[in-house]
């Protein structure tokens, strides 16, 4: 049981738990009304009485917008948190609730930029100077419990998030590694940081920015290396993966501005217009990292500016309210000044605290009569809106309708915000649909990868990763609407992936009824660049060998990952194509183009190329896809298949290596290759390393 779940009284837990899926209003409304039914208190709805009015009053009232199975597996999960709860019907006796609250929010106190905590400091330390002048505190202690829930919230969100990112900076790592470098160094080690904080159930913001920096700065100069030592065709796809890497990172930082500023851009409409300009911009390729950057000071520089506004403001507000007779709504009011002061006081800003008082000190000019009912109906105003926040779509939908209740309750005159409450508990209805068809979608994408995470390759290996996220996302409850946008993003890229992994799957299950398991595994083998390392072969020196080999992309190296309906191209294009999707990858095919594929007469081959006694290593010279000279050997032929697909890639060097040997081939032109192999790489550089370079012996 978390701590949150220790320190919430019962009755709240239903209005936490369930608030996606019907209001907290009208929750409270049915646990009132159940409670006056049973002759007790909402309070005293401890434990056993509390699950009957869940089975039955709260059960019924979910029905009115949710289907009965989504409805009974929410109240189970409200049960099952009830069962850890003691069964007294009295609460225990333990710290004051101000304490507990204290307690609660320790475990935050590294996220102190976070707004909720900035407004949580606010709180505490007015609840704290209310409990000592011994006045009642019992509102702000429900404020934050909500504000701590809301952290919790965000903190099981942020650890699904820097779970899915470490991923992808592991699968990153793997491929520039061979790089080396005090950058990637310093990427392991932030990775291994990331990873303990990980297990630890702490965020470390800092330093997953500056592992995803140094990420980006490492794959762009890994394709600029491509783009210096290839040829003309590899180097203008190198070129364009470049410029893709710069779009994906400006779409990062602009996604992260538009969190970390989020309540400036709630307080400041001007600048959330060009926010969304700059989105529709980055959208179109058309935005810069460089304008990202900057706009990233002109919105620190804003903040400030809006931070100090807001300060001046609650000094007039405080002199205003300050002359006003003595009554509860002022009482109120000073409690609400307090909490603003001390959130502006901690770096936060108080837009709709300061909203609230500016209505406050408005209705305060009326009547004591009129100035209550203004009051009353501006706090379901603000209720009504904080509801809407999370809810898909309720903003829009409610915008109008919000815009002409708030003028009305201004004047003073008495507005119905029932039709309000009905349209946005429609959005939390529709929202709960989505959710339950996004749970769906996850649980399809899962089996699927399930079925297929046997076969190695590039593709199966990203949808793995995005499958664990799906995992994770799948088990939080109730989402921000950021998370919810991140596990719709998930889906939509895991689903993509679907089709080519099945392709994939069913093409190697055909080469393995044809060719035998262990074709399958050699060929995979070699081109499986995010398992085992190639790093791991007795003294490997990595995927490149020291000198840098040009990939397809640093975001799909050379692996078969080809689909069925675009094969790789063969080496020697004179044939016409096989009907066998892996035909040409496996320098296999029938007919015409399989008798292409093999030399004509390649007499001695064994004794026609070979290195001096004594050597440590063997040679071999490929023309096509097929050994023409040197020791007969399978696994030889095996890695023979596979130079022409690289040659068709216009690579001209791979070093590899399997479980007792390192390999190395280097490209002689017109299809042919020089292909050497030895236990170790100090060996093969000393015996055939020569050879490799310049094909004397």
């Not at 992808?168 to 904080?197: H, T, Y």
């Not at 980055?282 to 804003?302: C, H, I, K, N, Y």
Request: proline share 5%; aromatic share 4%.
């Amino acid at each position: 049981m978390d701590r949150m779940t220790a320190t919430t009284p019962p009755h709240k837990l239903p209005v936490r738990m369930l608030g996606d899926l019907v209001s907290a209003r009208s929750l409270e409304k049915v646990l009132q009304d159940a409670a006056l039914a049973r002759g007790v208190t909402v309070e005293q709805l401890w434990p056993s009485a509390l699950a009957d009015v869940l089975k039955h009053d709260v059960y019924r009232r979910l029905l009115l917008g949710v289907s009965p199975m989504l409805a009974k597996k929410r109240i189970l999960d409200v049960l099952n948190e009830l069962d850890k709860l003691p069964s007294e019907s009295l609460p225990p006796a333990g710290l004051s609730p101000v304490s507990e609250l204290e307690d609660a929010s320790r475990r935050f106190t590294l996220y102190f930029d976070w707004p909720e905590t900035q407004r949580l400091r606010g709180v505490l330390g007015t609840a704290r100077t209310e409990s000592e002048a011994g006045r009642n505190v019992s509102a702000l202690v429900q404020e934050g419990q909500t504000l701590i829930g809301q952290m919790e919230r965000r903190l099981q969100e942020g650890l699904v998030q820097q779970e899915q990112e470490l991923a992808e900076l592991r699968d990153v790592f793997g491929r520039v590694q061979p790089l080396g470098g005090k950058d990637v160094r310093r990427l392991e080690s932030l990775i291994g940081q990331l990873e303990e904080a990980q297990k630890q159930g702490t965020l470390l913001p800092a330093e997953l920015e500056r592992a995803r920096n140094l990420s980006f700065k490492l794959r762009r100069s890994l394709e600029s290396s491509v783009m210096q030592s290839a040829g003309e065709a590899p180097a203008v796809d190198a070129q364009a993966r470049v410029q893709a890497l710069e779009q994906e990172e400006v779409t990062r930082k602009l996604i992260a501005l538009q969190r970390d500023y989020a309540p400036l851009l709630r307080a400041r409409p001007e600048l959330e217009r060009q926010q969304d300009e700059y989105r529709v911009r980055q959208s179109t390729g058309r935005l810069s990292e460089t304008a990202v950057d900057a706009w990233r000071e002109t919105l620190e520089a804003a903040r400030q500016q809006t931070l100090q506004a807001q300060r001046e403001e609650l000094a007039e507000l405080a002199e205003q309210l300050g002359q006003q007779v003595d009554g509860q709504a002022l009482n109120d009011a000073r409690v609400a000044l307090d909490v603003a002061r001390m959130t502006l006081q901690g770096g936060g800003l108080a837009t709709e605290e300061l909203r609230e008082l500016r209505a406050v000190a408005q209705a305060l000019t009326h009547s004591p009569e009129l100035a209550e009912r203004i009051l009353e109906g501006q706090r379901e105003l603000a209720e009504l809106e904080r509801s809407a926040r999370d809810v898909p779509g309720a903003a829009a939908a409610l915008a109008v309708a919000l815009t002409g209740a708030r003028q009305a309750i201004e004047r003073g005159e008495a507005y119905d915000l029932a039709p309000l409450w009905a349209t946005l508990e429609r959005q939390m209805s529709q929202a709960a649909a989505q959710r339950q068809d996004f749970d769906a979608r996850a649980d399809f994408v899962i089996a699927e990868y399930d079925e297929v995470r046997g076969l190695a390759g590039e593709t199966i290996q990203r949808l793995g990763r995005l499958a664990d996220a799906l995992r994770a996302q799948r088990r939080l409850g109730p989402m921000s609407a950021d998370a919810r946008e991140r596990y719709a993003q998930t889906l939509d890229g895991a689903e993509a992936l679907l089709g080519e992994a099945r392709a994939e799957y069913e093409a190697a299950q055909k080469v393995t009824a044809t060719f035998g398991e262990d074709a399958l595994d050699n060929l995979l083998d070699v081109f499986d660049f995010g398992g085992e390392s190639l790093d791991d072969a007795p003294g490997g020196s990595g995927l490149f060998g020291g000198a840098l080999a040009p990939t397809s992309s640093v975001d799909e190296p050379l692996a078969p990952t080809s689909s069925v309906d675009e094969p790789l191209a063969p080496a020697k294009p004179a044939e016409p194509a096989s009907s066998d999707p892996f035909a040409a990858l496996l320098g296999l095919s029938t007919g015409a183009s399989a008798s292409a594929a093999q030399p004509a007469s390649v007499p001695d081959a064994a004794s026609s190329l070979s290195l001096p006694a004594g050597a440590r290593a063997d040679i071999w010279q490929v023309r096509g896809s097929a050994v023409v000279a040197g020791p007969e050997d399978g696994a030889a032929q095996g890695v023979a298949a596979l130079l022409a697909q690289a040659d068709a890639l216009g690579l001209y060097r791979l070093d590899m290596g399997d479980d007792a040997h390192v390999w190395s081939a280097r490209a002689a032109g017109e299809g042919e290759w020089r292909l050497a192999r030895a236990a170790d790489w100090d060996s093969l550089d000393d015996d055939a390393g020569p050879w490799l370079d310049t094909g004397e012996l």
